[in-house]
């Protein structure tokens, strides 16, 4: 399934809406994992493998002068893929090798990326599960993980782009999307240095926005 991505603009003149900034000035690496480590659900009680309709991402974030990064990737055109070309966070469903979503989200990170990313990063915890809007029968269960080293990667097949971005230079938009034909009008999405974040991966990210700033963001869904 293929889909196409038309921004018309919440503001006048094309200007999107600027998030808050994430981390407060002079928030030390320290203070921000404790923070994370504090609002997270922990890593050691997630759920064990409930079956192929469960699935788990990982939101990896790194922190550069006093700015927040996440990693995301792109995913390839499949059409067997209902989030095909999208940009999202690495993962997939839940398979029966994976005694649990952690495990389930590191396999499909390693999958996507060629990096083993729960032994080289900090797995800090979970957001809420959620279900996607296209697929309501499913459960997605996002991980946060952090890094001290701002990793390159190399993309497997699933996807075709793998990026770094400060997630205080975030713009909400309001976009038209075309997804399989059908034109989706004026969904609220983030704009990421060019990168339009809509539906499941940008309600993640408003999540973690929420989190971290202890009040309701404007909604991103």
């Known amino acids: ?6 921004i018309n603009a919440f503001m006048p003149q094309g200007k999107g809406i600027r998030c808050m900034s994430l981390v407060p000035k002079g928030l030390s690496r320290a203070e921000l994992l404790a923070l994370l480590r504090s609002r997270l659900s922990p890593p050691s009680g997630a759920p064990r493998f409930l079956g192929p309709d469960h699935a788990a991402v990982v939101m990896l974030v790194t922190l550069r002068r006093g ?3 996440a990693l995301f990737a792109k995913r390839a055109e499949d059409p067997r893929d209902p989030w095909s070309g999208q940009i999202a966070f690495p993962g997939g469903r839940s398979k029966e090798i994976d005694a649990t979503l ?3 989200a590191c396999r499909e990170f390693f999958e ?10 900090e797995v800090l915890g979970s957001l809420d599960t959620i279900h996607p809007r296209n697929r309501p029968s499913m459960t997605v269960t996002p991980f946060v993980a952090f890094s001290d080293t701002k990793f390159v990667f190399t993309p497997s097949r699933e996807v075709v782009e793998i990026f770094w971005a ?7 938009e309001a976009v038209d999307i075309n997804v399989g034909g059908e034109v989706l009008k004026r969904i609220p999405a983030f704009v990421i240095e060019g990168h339009v974040v809509w539906g499941l991966t940008a309600r993640i990210v408003d999540s ?3 989190l971290l700033s202890g009040r309701l963001a404007a909604s991103a869904r």
């Open 1 to 6: 399934m293929k889909f196409a991505v038309a």
């Open 67 to 69: 700015s927040l990064e």
């Open 166 to 172: 400060p997630l205080d230079g975030l713009r909400r």
């Open 208 to 210: 973690l926005l929420t």
């Open 112 to 121: 996507e990326t060629y990096v083993d990313i729960c032994k080289r990063a």
């Open 102 to 104: 952690v495990q389930t």
